[in-house]
């Protein structure tokens, strides 16, 4: 079956704004709710289960079969009828794909509905004649393959294992239709698997005639290793687990597996494996409106999966059939970005002692870059990754002026690594920004493991082809005045901004230190209605990972985002440096963070506009009071970072807080703006 397929005051005021967004677009306006496919969790949808080997009769009734032995790198099970409207409008489609994609992909094409007329199925086979055609008259195969509607489409590699499952794109579905499609789902899936790559959309809903039959999941054969056990390993593990991985033994072979059940039945048991620490929306209480949150890098087992794998190291671990094992997973020896446009490396190594505790190490890089540029993928490569904690790399850009460490990692963050996190990499029409004359500034934890070593970290870029439709950007959501008493089990905190416009939120990056427990990002809309975007309850500091929505939320003017986060500082917390300290803001581990990431971009503004900080929206301005000196307004509200509409002592230049509580007329610990005006007159 070989078918083709496919410092003054001035100053101050000037740089007043950043503190988010900062352009004043009043009348910005969100794009519309996109209509289309929704991207689905790719383990709960099929991606990489295996398909028991079937045969099956095309119209001609000539015999075909989908077994070991393929001799096409991939099938395409495309389902469609002739009596389905949006089946009908993607055929010609379906025929341009099977047309124009490598001979090394086959398309069949698969009607399930059983009353569709003959004439127009043999005209649609004539219309797609490079595809097999298949009349599924009683269901055998759409339940097999475990179709969900007539435009559903199931790829399948060499190897029987499904490999994309979901729509062709998004240019028809239930009361729309568009001139052409923006995402080619099935296209860019097929393309990303021939040059050796997952794609970046595995899995979504496929709009269409649903069938009716109950899609029941074919357990025979599927505990074994070489079934079942292999592939979920596969999808879940051995990027880390593996020969040459940053895991601390391999899972890539059956012997390795053996060898290290019982250790997997702990963690899988207690979830700490694979790392993932977002709580299902569907489950939870806490939020006041409803909202599935779909995350594209989602990294938690099925409960299928788990019970499976916690079965099988539980037995006596049976191999199976060598025939069902699915492709080797194949990991670049390099970067996994592809070949980078430009790398950047420490010009010396840095040293790594061999037992106690680092303070953070700051390297700078010069870019020496003469030319702005758009970077559609980073890349962070540790030189000694088995003592590099964590990496966050800030920038410094030319004319922008001294910033803290503090305020480079708030509004500065470009990226960052974690183990098992090392890539941001960004779709077509989205892309960072890398001014020209940039210098990099990483902040580099080390934990020594015993052994005294160096490091050498080095970072990578790929440049976009072309400027993007959306800038990607990073802003932090900080409490600079975190007090967590001494002994304190679940003390609570946090930080909030209320949007001065429209953004879109594409994911979220928490950061707390030791005594950081549990945390949750929540909206709030200008109707007092809460949602909670991301549940952390079980914060774990070795595992800073970024959460990413499969489809970006649009937020309004107005809506408040609000980062909450609890520390245990009691002396139940075994990572707890010391239970009987009032912990503080601080860089070192053994101080505290409140720090909550946000990745977004602003719908509607053009990629490289320059953002003033801008500490409050228009609307907000206008409730604070009347101010005769428009220099001193300007540097009230740059120096009010939290936007409380007071300045607390550590937001004041150092020189002037010995004369803060001669101002603080109140004595509250504040000064408000009428204080400062008063101070001022004095």
């Known amino acids: 079956m070989n078918i083709k397929v496919l410092s003054t005051a001035p100053c101050l005021a000037y740089l007043l704004g950043i503190v988010f967004f900062g352009i004043s677009f009043s009348s910005l306006r969100a794009d519309p709710i996109r209509k289309g496919p929704k991207p689905l969790k790719p383990a709960e949808h099929g991606i990489g289960q295996l398909v028991e080997a079937f045969s099956f009769s095309d119209i001609n009734c000539e015999q075909h079969a989908l077994t070991s032995e393929q001799a096409t790198q991939f099938t395409a099970f495309c389902f469609t009828s002739t009596s389905c409207p949006l089946s009908r409008k993607y055929l010609p489609t379906l025929a341009e794909l099977a047309q124009s994609t490598p001979a090394h992909v086959q398309y069949v094409l698969v009607n399930p509905i059983q009353s569709d007329n003959e004439e127009d ?173 779909i995350w594209k890098n989602d990294r938690s087992l ?115 690594y ?35 070593t160096t490091d050498q970290t080095r970072v990578g870029v790929v440049y976009a082809d072309e400027p993007p439709e959306h800038e990607v950007r990073i802003k932090g959501l900080s409490n600079h005045r975190i007090r967590i008493p001494p002994g304190a089990k679940h003390h609570r905190e946090e930080a909030s901004l209320q949007l001065p416009v429209d953004a879109t939120l594409l994911g979220f990056l928490p950061h707390m230190h030791l005594r950081g427990s549990a945390c949750r990002y929540e909206v709030t809309d200008t109707t007092g209605t809460q949602e909670v975007l991301l549940d952390i309850p079980h914060y774990d500091f070795n595992w800073q990972l970024l959460y990413r929505y499969a489809e970006p939320r649009t937020f309004h003017e107005g809506d408040t985002i609000t980062f909450t986060a609890w520390f245990d500082n009691s002396a139940e917390n075994p990572a707890n440096p010391d239970p009987t300290q009032t912990v503080r803001w601080g860089q070192q581990t053994f101080e505290e963070m409140l720090l909550g990431y946000v990745e977004y971009f602003l719908p509607g503004v053009p990629p490289g506009t320059p953002l003033m900080n801008k500490a409050y929206s228009q609307k907000q301005q206008e409730n604070l009071p009347a101010r005769d000196n428009k220099n001193l307004q300007a540097v009230f509200l740059r120096l009010d970072q939290d936007g409380d509409h007071a300045l607390s002592k550590e937001e004041i230049p150092k020189r002037l807080r010995s004369r803060f509580d001669q101002f603080d007329f109140d004595r509250n610990g504040l000064l408000s703006y009428e204080e400062v005006q008063q101070s001022q007159a004095q």
Request: aromatic residues 8%; glycine residues 8%.
């Open 121 to 293: 199925m043999w005209a649609a086979a004539q219309q797609a004649r490079n595809a097999i055609y298949v009349h599924d008259t009683d269901g055998k195969l759409s339940r097999h393959l475990q179709a969900q509607t007539t435009t559903d489409v199931i790829v399948v590699d060499a190897r029987r294992t499904v490999v994309y499952h979901g729509a062709i794109d998004d240019q028809y579905g239930f009361g729309y239709a568009q001139a052409e499609p923006k995402q080619h789902f099935l296209r860019d899936a097929i393309q990303s698997l021939i040059n050796g790559q997952q794609p970046s959309i595995a899995a979504t809903d496929a709009p269409g005639c649903n069938l009716s039959y109950e899609a029941v999941k074919d357990t025979a054969g599927m505990t074994t290793y070489h079934g079942e056990i292999s592939r979920i390993l596969q999808r879940n593990c051995i990027e880390c687990h593996r020969k040459g991985g940053i895991g601390p033994f391999p899972l890539d072979t059956y012997e390795d597996v053996v060898a290290h059940a019982g250790m997997i039945q702990t963690v899988v048991t207690n979830k700490t494996m694979p790392p993932w620490f977002a709580q299902d929306s569907r489950s939870s209480t806490t939020s006041t409106r409803s909202h599935q949150h």
């Open 302 to 416: 099925t409960a299928d999966d788990r019970n499976d794998l916690l079965a099988w190291v539980q037995s006596d671990h049976p191999r199976g059939n060598l025939k069902d094992a699915p492709k080797p997973a194949i990991f670049p020896n390099d970067w996994h970005i592809g070949k980078p446009d430009r790398v950047w490396k420490f010009s010396e190594p840095i040293p790594v002692q061999a037992t106690g505790v680092m303070p953070y190490q700051y390297i700078t890089i010069d870019t020496q870059l003469d030319e702005s540029k758009w970077v559609q993928a980073i890349e962070i490569q540790p030189g000694s990754p088995e003592v590099v904690h964590h990496v966050i790399i800030t920038l410094q850009i030319p004319g922008q002026g001294k910033r803290s460490s503090a305020e480079r990692e708030e509004d500065g963050l470009w990226a960052g």
């Open 418 to 452: 974690v183990p098992g996190q090392s890539v941001w990499k960004y779709p077509k029409g989205f892309a960072r920004y890398l001014p020209k004359g940039s210098r990099l500034i990483f902040q580099m934890h080390y934990t020594p493991n015993g052994i005294a």
